[in-house]
């Protein structure tokens, strides 16, 4: 599979690496519990449809890309680097 990154152009997916979601949790306050600590460092969620991911292009440019994909079809809408894409 080829992703067309935004710097570099057309590469190979094995340049890339899928870091987990673009859509950050709210970071829990210094009173938190270990409770819920744990569920925002450890656990996310893995949804069906449209997705943005954020990853690294780590072979290449080392550019960080918000990757809009679909994970039911695998069909990637759009790459674009973190600092130019819309929130969320
Ligand atoms: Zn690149």
Not at 31 to 55: F, I, K, Q, V
Not at 62 to 69: F, M
Request: proline letters at 11%.
């Amino acid at each position: 599979m080829r992703l067309t990154c935004p710097l570099c152009g057309e590469r190979d997916l094995r340049e890339f690496t899928p870091r987990g979601s673009a859509v950050f949790a709210d970071r829990p306050g210094p009173e938190a519990s270990p409770e819920d600590w744990n569920a925002y460092l450890h656990l996310r969620d893995n949804p069906e449809g449209p997705t943005r991911e954020l990853w690294w292009h780590g072979a290449g440019c080392g550019c960080w890309l918000i990757v809009a994909r679909d994970t039911r079809t695998h069909e990637i809408f759009a790459l674009t680097p973190v600092g130019e894409a819309p929130a969320p």
